[in-house]
């Protein structure tokens, strides 16, 4: 009895562990029916409009945003890499701007995310982007609710950071401008392989978001989004149409003490 008792507290223990330490997951996403999946959270809406008071910042540090449906280049792609989190979470804040237009605005926070996607018989690496977002509602407006849609430009970020390298070495910031001494030079498909592999350049990207549930109480707003934007790698241009879910919470932002 005492070795049963024993057995039953070790694998209690190991339960608690593996629960505690099993998760990664980002304000703003939970656990979905399908185990390793995360998605953003469900929305609370009470319909009732927020109100932008004048000169007032509000505030999102849990904004997230979950694709559903990917195209690359117009074909449909699948998500076979990067699909267990939505992006998030990201900062972004609320307010009017100078045109007393409802306005949000990405400064900072988990606002790029890299995907693998399977079109057809190819993978093409992917970078999901909210980085520089910028959007402004087309009518002046002192309120976000149902009717209130969100334009404008973001920026994508190279998928290949400053460190990276092939595996021959080459870089743009880091290792060699090319690779003589690894293999024989071969002519023209050499000069393109180290073109390629040395190329880092940044992309542009657009994005709509159409509000679609409003809480007035906790400043709650949720609805879907449609981006399209470059795929973020110099090797394999090409342009990526995104749709999906977004949701944050926008509260009075706190002015820092002087």
Request: glycine share 12%.
């Amino acid at each position: 009895m005492r070795h049963s008792a024993l057995v039953l507290g070790l694998v209690a223990i190991s339960a608690v562990s593996l629960t505690g330490c099993g998760s990664d997951r980002a304000p703003g996403a939970s656990s979905t029916e399908f185990g390793y999946a995360i998605e953003c959270k469900k929305p609370t809406g009470d319909r009732a409009p927020l109100e932008l008071r004048a000169g007032e910042v509000r505030q999102a540090y849990d904004l997230c945003l979950q694709p559903k449906k990917i195209a690359y280049e117009g074909r449909p792609a699948k998500i076979i890499w990067g699909q267990t989190a939505p992006l998030g979470p990201v900062i972004a804040e609320l307010h009017q701007n100078a045109q007393g237009k409802p306005a949000m605005e990405v400064t900072g926070g988990r606002n790029t995310y890299q995907m693998t996607l399977q079109v057809g018989s190819e993978r093409i690496a992917f970078n999901f982007s909210a980085s520089g977002l910028d959007a402004v509602s087309a009518t002046p407006r002192n309120v976000v609710d149902t009717s209130t849609d969100f334009t404008g430009e973001l920026v994508v970020p190279s998928l290949r950071g400053l460190g990276y390298t092939d595996s021959r070495g080459r870089g743009t910031d880091y290792g060699y401008e090319n690779s003589q001494s690894t293999y024989a030079n071969s002519g023209a498909a050499y000069d393109e392989a180290t073109k390629e592999s040395r190329a880092r350049e940044t992309g542009e990207g657009r994005m709509v978001l159409s509000i679609e549930s409003v809480n007035s109480q906790t400043g709650e707003i949720a609805g879907s989004f449609k981006s399209k934007q470059s795929s973020g790698l110099a090797v394999l241009p090409g342009e990526v149409d995104v749709e999906g879910r977004f949701i944050g919470t926008f509260k009075p932002k706190k002015e820092s003490a002087s």
